[in-house]
């Protein structure tokens, strides 16, 4: 046990978090560049985001093929995915593959959740302290925290005096949670909760979901990949990558360029029938026009709620789930394997939380206005307090006594999403103000990590200790990343993570960049080749 600052304690860099964006500034740093570097993480196991989410049907919705490093020809020959979106265990299967093949767990401390983080302005570097009490000191601080890792539970009135048992789908018990024979209610219906349903529904004796707004969602399609598509994405590596890398959103396939208007309605519509067999993200990408046109949106909002109410047969389910209030996309647009279908069970019951809102929960369950619904285990699918909840758990305090959480009353304020005026040799790896969630998380990472490493290579190279934006940059970066976004439809949602509205109290500023991962490589690339315009460096 490690608990005092020794020069053992010491490092180049302390990265925090053993995902895939921790795993892979762990190679870049100590492997290419020959830092004393070391990650620590909460969990008793790498995975990040995966570790955490165990739920019943937690599954990716990036494709497989995609949703992987591309730094490393070997791993892209030696990996083979198994479906087209991988479960929850798969990928913490690859995600220890990688680090075994890597060697990484060596200089991973598990167990170790950061609980402070402090700047230290005569040593110029960071100490850190971990909830067991352990100490560190490092010159450069990365969070790898992932932006969707503090989970949500809302404060609802009685919830500690609910006699059942209560799980985040974010915060999943590591042993299965049996189901069988149990009452079940399951509040919130975004990505996970139509992930969890079906799942649940057919697992338990009854299901009750409590859903405040009804949302969109595809068919995944989901299915075993077979050998000759393993093979082709074996042999045709080099041309993915490069496919991901040029693509806005990061995904294996093409953004039509053609708009709504181009076609008539029949054409329309054949190309959704089309979009809706294929199956997932790619619904959003069958015109260019989906995301920034009210008008061309609604096509797509209509195709689905019709598709909702032609798939569930009970007339009220059906009202309750296709009365969508916002554009399709405009939440982050889940997809499922056989979620409205899973209304047509006979042990599944729908509250419609706007009519029959939740008043309290009691030692026997779920207290709405108008009733009372007994239950055994409750499944908070609720969200996080997303992008900048991570980054304020880590209590960050940076230089003149600035704590982040001050620093950021009215907002994340970064520049590029990669640093933060006042908190010095600080990166955050798709920190708010980047592409992070509206992209396949792995390319924006593996983008954002080998930008640092060029920096840090860079400071070392010319003998430079020190790194810091400043805000002046940050609030010219905060306008643009806003600017970007209002073209889009996203920012006019009600409720949404991407807005933080979905959190009560948390202040409502846009967190993504949304002008697409090349235009930003480029923004970055810009900067790095300018000496680093934007960041002074002493
Ligand atoms: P989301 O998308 O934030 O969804 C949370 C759901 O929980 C959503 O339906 C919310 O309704 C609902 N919610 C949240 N708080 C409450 C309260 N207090 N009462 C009732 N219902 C509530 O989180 P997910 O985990 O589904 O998805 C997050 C991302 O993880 C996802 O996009 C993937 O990238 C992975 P609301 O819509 O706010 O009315």
Not at 190 to 217: E, W
Not at 245 to 251: C, F
Not at 435 to 452: D, K, R
Request: hydrophobic fraction near 35%; charge should be neutral.
């Amino acid at each position: 046990m490690i608990n005092d600052i020794s020069n053992n304690n010491t490092y180049d860099a302390i990265i925090v978090g053993a995902g895939f964006a921790g795993l892979y500034q762990l190679i870049c740093l100590r492997d290419q560049l020959g830092l004393k570097c070391l990650i620590l993480e909460t969990g008793d196991d790498v995975g990040g985001t995966w570790y955490w989410n165990r739920y019943p049907g937690a599954r990716c919705d990036t494709e497989s093929h995609a949703y992987s490093y591309y730094f490393s020809d070997e791993l892209l020959k030696e990996w083979s995915w198994t479906e087209r979106y991988p479960g929850h265990a798969e990928i913490r299967e690859y995600i220890n593959f990688v680090a075994k093949k890597f060697d990484l767990k060596k200089d991973i401390l598990f167990n170790n959740k950061v609980t402070s983080s402090t700047f230290n302005e005569s040593e110029n570097n960071w100490s850190l302290i971990t909830e067991n009490g352990n100490q560190f000191k490092a010159k450069y601080l990365i969070s790898a925290v992932g932006c969707l890792s503090n989970a949500n539970i809302p404060n609802i009135k009685g919830l500690n005096t609910f006699e059942g048992k209560y799980y985040h789908t974010g915060n999943w018990p590591k042993n299965d949670v049996s189901f069988t024979n149990k009452k079940v209610g399951q509040i919130g219906t975004g990505s996970t909760g139509i992930q969890a349903v079906p799942v649940i529904a057919a697992n338990a004796k009854h299901l009750t979901v409590f859903q405040r707004t009804a949302n969109y969602s595809v068919p995944a399609r989901n299915q075993p990949l077979n050998d000759d598509f393993k093979e082709h994405v074996k042999a045709d590596y080099k041309n993915y990558r490069e496919f991901l890398k040029r693509t806005p959103n990061g995904h294996p396939f093409d953004i039509s360029e053609r708009l709504v208007s181009d076609v008539n309605e029949d054409e329309r519509n054949e190309i959704y029938e089309k979009a809706w067999e294929k199956g997932g993200l790619q619904f959003r990408a069958t015109f260019q026009d989906l995301v920034t046109n009210l008008d061309a949106n609604n096509t797509a909002a209509e195709f689905i709620k019709q598709k909702i109410r032609k798939t569930v047969l009970n007339n009220k389910f059906a009202d309750i789930l296709s009365d969508i209030d916002h554009p399709y996309a405009g939440k982050r647009p889940p997809i499922d394997s056989h979620y409205f279908e899973a209304f047509n069970r006979d042990n599944i019951n729908l509250v419609d939380l706007r009519a029959d809102p939740i008043k309290h929960i009691d030692e026997k369950g779920i207290q709405t206005k108008q009733d009372h619904f007994d239950l055994d285990i409750i499944v908070f699918a609720t969200g996080y307090d997303a992008m900048t909840g991570p980054l304020l758990n880590l209590n960050i305090t940076g230089k003149d006594n600035l704590k982040l959480s001050d620093y950021w009353k009215e907002g994340p304020k970064t520049y590029l999403g990669l640093q933060i005026a006042g908190f010095p040799n600080l990166f955050t790896i798709t920190g708010p103000g980047s592409p992070s969630v509206l992209t396949n998380m792995p390319m924006a990472i593996e983008q954002h990590v080998e930008w640092i490493r060029d920096c840090i290579s860079h400071m070392n190279k010319k003998g430079y200790s020190l790194i810091e934006t400043n805000n002046k940059v940050s609030e010219e970066w905060g306008q643009e990343v806003n600017k970007v976004a209002n073209k889009t439809l996203l920012p006019k949602v009600k409720h949404s993570w991407y807005l933080g509205a979905n959190i009560p109290g948390k202040p409502q500023v846009f967190m993504p960049y949304a002008g697409g991962l090349p235009k930003y490589n480029d923004i970055c690339n810009d900067v790095k080749k300018n000496d680093y315009l934007g960041f002074n460096l002493s």
